[in-house]
Structure formats: C-alpha cells, structure tokens
Nanobody
Framework: QLQLVESGGGLVQPGGSLRLSCTAS????????IGWFRQAPGKEREGVSC????????IYADSVKGRFTISTDNAKNTVYLQMNSLKPDDTAVYYC???????????????????WGQGTQVTVSS
C-alpha cells in the first residue's frame, strides 16, 4: 500500500524558516515524482514544487522561487521542502503527492498525482 506522511509544519514568524518532510512507504522514490501543493482557506490547491528522480527535473512555482528548495534523501525515502524567508501568504495546509514516472514541468497539476498525504499546517504570523 502506497502511503505518504508529511511532517514539519507549524507556526513561524515572517522571515522565518521551516522544513517539511514527506516520507514514503510501500514504494521507492527513484521511480516516482513527488509534488508539494498547498491550499489556503477559500483558495484552490496550488502547486508549490515538484521533483522527479527519474527525469532529473525540479520545478518551483514563481511565488516560491529563490525561497524554497526541494530535495530527496533516497536512503530515507523522504522528500524535503526547505522553506526560507516565509511570508504570511505562505500560510496554508501543505500536501505532498506522488505519481509514477512523471516529468515535472511548469504545468504540473494536482490532478496529475494519485497518492496523497494527509497534509501539514504551516502558519506564518507575527
């Protein structure tokens, strides 16, 4: 059974940092792409970042470029999202999702992914 578990969310002040983790079980990441998405109250779910080991592709939304970094630790079967210089607009529930053999492009969408974690809340507030 494929499962994803996110962790690392919390409350942080503007300008602060958090690192989210997405740990996979039931499959190995080397054949899957992992996407990070977020959804704020009253807003649609939006793509934040995507990484594909199969294709060596990494993508960031314009709103997080230069502030967020996605990375993979294959030994731990975990994908990380390092979030720096956080802003109140980054407040949302963050989800990771997986799809097999997928190229991360600028057009990656939530509907392309078929396995989802439960989400972790990130709140940026003073």
């Amino acid at each position: 059974q494929l499962q994803l578990v996110e962790s690392g969310g919390g409350l942080v002040q503007p300008g602060g940092s958090l690192r989210l983790s997405c740990t996979a079980s039931g499959f190995t990441l080397d054949s899957y792409a992992i996407g990070w998405f977020r959804q704020a109250p009253g807003k649609e779910r939006e793509g934040v970042s995507c990484i594909s080991s199969s294709f060596g592709s990494t993508i960031y939304a314009d709103s997080v470029k230069g502030r967020f970094t996605i990375s993979t630790d294959n030994a731990k079967n975990t994908v990380y999202l390092q979030m720096n210089s956080l802003k109140p607009d980054d407040t949302a529930v963050y989800y990771c999702a997986a799809v097999w053999y997928y190229y991360c492009s600028d057009y990656f969408r939530a509907t392309d992914f078929d396995t989802w974690g439960q989400g972790t809340q990130v709140t940026v507030s003073s």
